[in-house]
Each structure stands twice: as structure tokens, then as C-alpha cells.
């Protein structure tokens, strides 16, 4: 059993924390807004800690997964921060989708302070996260991770290291730059069915089982032919994400043209209130 706390439980933190009580670890909680906390200890049992800092005390292995670079800080250098209570040798192990840069200034406070960083963002979703088969990737130095390894399988189905610091988040990038371009891709194929007149559920079930085949395919089709988009990875997040992929770009001189282009697309579902739909509502701008 190893000593655990978990920072976040929103759509992916609050599964994930109940996966390691599940794993048989010895696990504390810290959510920003208490209430949550309290519903997930009443569920699962464990403790809740009221700030990231009392979470942190005496704890093995700090998780966290909250929404972007300045929560990330906020949770760990800012007021009653996590950093100010981690103990020598211990690690902090980071799931929110964030910047490379982030992670490198938090690994090197880190190091200042005699613990461990790992950024590991996700993927795989909220089904991914409920059902503890994410995908996780991993940045930071190989000791450390062959401690945490064991316990993140918790919640995952592959966990790799896979560079240093920065290197987990530089690969998410990637995961999310490939989303990008499929996911309009996808929708236009399913636009131009449509307005072609075939049976596009026949067309799909088909073309599924060839070279177009993607995991957005199988899992939104259905979905995004019917127009629901009231569930899923947020629109708000995904040009998060695509800005963390831009700004980088930008540092280290990859050209991003259908990236770029994509989170435009974006914004355009934003503008017409499509912020927390999901990341398939791309077609919506094809259709109206
Ligand atoms: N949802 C997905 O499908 C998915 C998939 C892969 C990766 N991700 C990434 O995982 C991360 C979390 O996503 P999510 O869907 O779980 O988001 P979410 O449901 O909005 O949860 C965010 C969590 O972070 C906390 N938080 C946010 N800002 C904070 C701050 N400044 N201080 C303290 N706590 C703060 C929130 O607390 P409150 O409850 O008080 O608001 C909440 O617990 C994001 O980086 C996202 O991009 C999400």
C-alpha cells in the first residue's frame, strides 16, 4: 500500500482517485471546491484535506489533474500549495494537460525542494478515466517513474516514460495535433455523405473496417450524424490544448498549418455556444 493524495476530482480526477482506493492504496483527496471531496470520501472512504498543502503531508506520491498551466501552479507554488507540504523523496505526479514549459519550471522547483516531477497527461477520455484504461504519458527522470509506474497502472492500460521532463506533454501534444486533423477530416467525409444521399451509418460501418478507420470514427459517428455533441472532451479544452500545441510550434519551428486552421474551427463553434460540446462538434459549422 503506498501513501497517496489526489488533486482534482473533476470529470477525470474524481474516477481516477477512486481506481487507486480501489488498487488498495491509502489515498487523500483535495478538491477546490469541498463539497466535492466530501461526496467522493462518503463514496469511497479515505480523507479529505482542505487545502493541496495538507493534502501533501506525509504522502508517497502527489496526483493531480485540474484544468490548465495557472490551476497547475496555483495547486503547487501558489498559497497552501501542495510543494509546501511534500516531504524529501517524495513525487509529484502531474495529469493535467498543461505546457512542457510549466513542467520544466515545476520540475526544477521540485528538485530545489528534494522531491520528484513526472508530468503525465492522459488520454482516453472520461470512459477512459471511469473505466481505469487511459493512456498515459509520461516526462521526467527514470527513478522516480519506475516508483509511480506501478500505481498510475491503477487507472491505466499503457503508462510509458518517455524522455525527460516535458516529454509527457510534448507527446500529448502529438496526441492531440493527430485528433485535430482526424476529427475534421471525419466530418467533412460525414457532410459530404449526407449531402451525397448515401446511408451514411451503412457508409461507415463499411469504411470502418478499411484504412479510415480511427477511434473517433467508431466512437462519434453516430453522434455526429444526429447532431449531439451535450457530452464529451469540452471545446473549451480542446483549444486549450491546441494553444499549448501552437505556442510550442512556435518555439521549436514544426509547421502546423491544419492545427492551426482546426482551432480557428474551433472558435467558430464557441462563438455560437458550442464551448462544452464535444471536440466532434466540428461538423455543426458544415451543417448550418
Ligand atoms: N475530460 C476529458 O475527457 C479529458 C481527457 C484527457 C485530458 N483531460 C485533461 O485533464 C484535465 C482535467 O480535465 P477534467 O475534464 O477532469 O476537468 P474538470 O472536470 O473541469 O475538472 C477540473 C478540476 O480541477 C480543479 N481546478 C481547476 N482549477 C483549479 C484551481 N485553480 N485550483 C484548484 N483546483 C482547480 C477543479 O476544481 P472545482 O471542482 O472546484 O472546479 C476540478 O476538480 C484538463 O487539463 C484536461 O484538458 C481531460
Redesign the pocket.
Known amino acids: 500500500m503506498t501513501k497517496v493524495a489526489f488533486l482534482?476530482?473533476?470529470?477525470?480526477?474524481y474516477p481516477m482517485a477512486r481506481h487507486l482506493k480501489a488498487g488498495g492504496h491509502e489515498v487523500t483527496v483535495y478538491?477546490?471546491?469541498a463539497a466535492?471531496s466530501a461526496k467522493w470520501v462518503a463514496e469511497f472512504g479515505g480523507r479529505a484535506a482542505a487545502t493541496p498543502k495538507e493534502a501533501a503531508i506525509g504522502q508517497d506520491i502527489v496526483f493531480a489533474?485540474?484544468?490548465?498551466d495557472?490551476?497547475l501552479r496555483?495547486?503547487t507554488i501558489g498559497p497552501d500549495g501542495a510543494f509546501a507540504g511534500l516531504a524529501k523523496g517524495a513525487v509529484f505526479v502531474d495529469?493535467?494537460?498543461?505546457s512542457a514549459e510549466v513542467a520544466r519550471e515545476l520540475h526544477a522547483e521540485a528538485a530545489k525542494l528534494g522531491f520528484a516531477f513526472i508530468d503525465a497527461?492522459?488520454?482516453g477520455?472520461?470512459a477512459g478515466a471511469e473505466n481505469g484504461v487511459l493512456t498515459v504519458m509520461c516526462g521526467g527522470d527514470a527513478e522516480p517513474f519506475s516508483r509511480v509506474e506501478p500505481v498510475i497502472q491503477s487507472y491505466a492500460r499503457a503508462c510509458r516514460l518517455l524522455g525527460p521532463v516535458g516529454s509527457g506533454q510534448l507527446a500529448k501534444m502529438m496526441n492531440q495535433i493527430c485528433i485535430a486533423g482526424i476529427v475534421q477530416g471525419l466530418a467533412e467525409a460525414l457532410h459530404f455523405g449526407k449531402r451525397a444521399g448515401l446511408d451514411v451509418e451503412a457508409v461507415v460501418e463499411v469504411i470502418s473496417k478499411g484504412a479510415a478507420q480511427s477511434w473517433q470514427m467508431e466512437n462519434r459517428y453516430k453522434s455526429m450524424n444526429a447532431g449531439q455533441f451535450e457530452f464529451?472532451?469540452a471545446v473549451d479544452?480542446m483549444r486549450?490544448?491546441l494553444g499549448i500545441c501552437l505556442d510550442e510550434a512556435r518555439n521549436n519551428g514544426a509547421r502546423l498549418p491544419l492545427t492551426a486552421l482546426v482551432d480557428q474551427f474551433y472558435g467558430d463553434v464557441q462563438a455560437k455556444g458550442g464551448n462544452r460540446w464535444d471536440t466532434s462538434s466540428l461538423i455543426s459549422r458544415l451543417e448550418t
Open positions: 482534482g476530482l473533476g470529470v477525470m480526477g478538491n477546490r471546491s466535492k489533474c485540474v484544468g490548465n495557472d490551476d496555483s495547486v495529469h493535467t494537460t498543461a497527461p492522459v488520454s477520455g472520461q464529451g472532451f479544452w486549450k490544448d
